[in-house]
Each structure stands twice: as C-alpha cells, then as structure tokens.
Antibody
Framework: QVQLVQSGAEVKKPGASVKVSCKAS????????IHWVRQAPGQSLEWMGW????????YCSRKFQGRVTINRDTSASTAYMELSSLRSEDTAVYYC?????????????WGQGTLVTVSS | SSELTQDPAVSVALGQTVRITCQGD??????ASWYQQKPGQAPVLVIY???YRPSGIPDRFSGSSSGNTASLTITGAQAEDEADYYC???????????FGGGTRLTVL
C-alpha cells in the first residue's frame, strides 16, 4: 500500500534551518510529484511547493522563494523540504503529499505530518 | 485572482444534507478537489475531478461545479463527518496549487 512516512518533530531556534524528509513506499517514486503543505496552529492549509520526483524539477510558492529548498533522493525514494531563516511564524505541521496526475492533480496520499516548532 | 474562498463554518443536523462551497476564478477552468481533516490528523482526499470518490469514501459525499463555484455535498450527514473541509485547485500555469481557507462542519 502507498505510504508517505515523514521524519520526526523538530525544535529550532529563530534563524536556524530545518530539513524534513518524506519517505515513499508502495509505488514507483519517480512517477509522481510530491508536494509540501504546511498548517500553522489553528490555521488553514498552506501550499508551499512541489518536486517532480522523476526529473527533479521543483517549484515553490512566491512566499517561500529564497527560503525553501525541495529535493529528492531517488535511490531512497525520499523527498526533502528544507526551510531556512526560521522565524516563529514558521511553527507549523509540515505535510508531504503525493499528487495523482491521473486524478485531476488531487493529493491522494499524505504523510503523517511533522511538527516544527520555532522558539528561542 | 489566485484565491479560493470558503465559508468559515457550517452546521447540519444529523442525517440532513449540507453543501460546502468554494469560490474562485480558477474554478471556471479547473476542478476542485476536497479534503477532510479531523483534529490532529492529516487531510484525507474525499472528492476529486468531476465528482469522483477515492476508494473507501462513502457515497454520501459528492461534488459539483458551476461557474466559479465548486461544491461538496454530504447527503445524510453522520456524526463522523464533523471535520474541517478544504477545497484545492490550481492556477492556469499549472505550477501553483491553491487551498481554500477551510470550512468547519458541525453535525448537530
């Protein structure tokens, strides 16, 4: 069965960076796009960006340009999202999600989420 | 415009029908997908495309679209349907994905 398993919770100080991993299993990793979505406490979902796991192309929201790096390791079937220059407003649960290109670009599978807390 | 607008909260009596709407210019060209999120859990896809349900999603969930508005309808709402619901679409470039602000559904 398809699974996306994310790395564990992180606590970071303002100005630091965090790298979250998303390990895929149960399907051919390089055939899909992985998206990153975050959710601040009590807030709505916020789309951050994507990576084409096959060719490595990426795209991210203008809001995060310059601060976010998305890459992948095809040998490990794992996607990564690194966010730098962290501030308190980046405290959120970060999700990865697989995009179904045959299903009208819906996000058919999600990781369990990774809580990133930014605090001095 | 690159925004999707949802009502913040909607309530429905147990067993009744409720419609949750999502408005945005992108919806004139692209279908929305809908996600259910319960407290402390990751979102779950419930509707995509014209009105397709992933395996395991009850048939009381359906979707529709007209003009710039997409709708998620729950026919015969159950207590377990109480959750936050988010719509999602894309922009014309195909690069951006957009989420609505979410609707909190209360089943009375």
């Amino acid at each position: 069965q398809v699974q996306l398993v994310q790395s564990g919770a992180e606590v970071k100080k303002p100005g630091a960076s965090v790298k979250v991993s998303c390990k895929a299993s149960g399907y051919t990793f390089i055939n899909y796009v992985i998206h990153w979505v975050r959710q601040a406490p009590g807030q709505s979902l916020e789309w951050m960006g994507w990576i084409n796991a096959g060719n490595g192309n990426t795209y991210c929201s203008r809001k995060f340009q310059g601060r976010v790096t998305i890459n992948r390791d095809t040998s490990a079937s794992t996607a990564y999202m690194e966010l730098s220059s962290l501030r308190s407003e980046d405290t959120a649960v970060y999700y990865c999600a697989r995009e179904d290109h045959l299903g009208e670009l819906s996000f058919d599978y999600w990781g369990q989420g990774t809580l990133v807390t930014v605090s001095s | 415009s690159s925004e999707l607008t949802q009502d913040p909260a909607v309530s429905v009596a147990l067993g009744q029908t409720v419609r949750i709407t999502c408005q945005g210019d992108s919806l004139r060209s692209y279908y929305a997908s809908w996600y259910q999120q319960k407290p402390g859990q990751a979102p779950v896809l419930v509707i995509y495309g014209k009105s397709y349900r992933p395996s395991g999603i009850p048939d009381r969930f359906s979707g529709s679209s007209s003009g710039n508005t997409a709708s998620l309808t729950i026919t015969g709402a159950q207590a377990e349907d109480e959750a936050d619901y988010y719509c999602k679409s894309r922009d014309s470039s195909g690069n951006l994905r957009l989420f609505g602000g979410g609707t909190r559904l209360t089943v009375l």
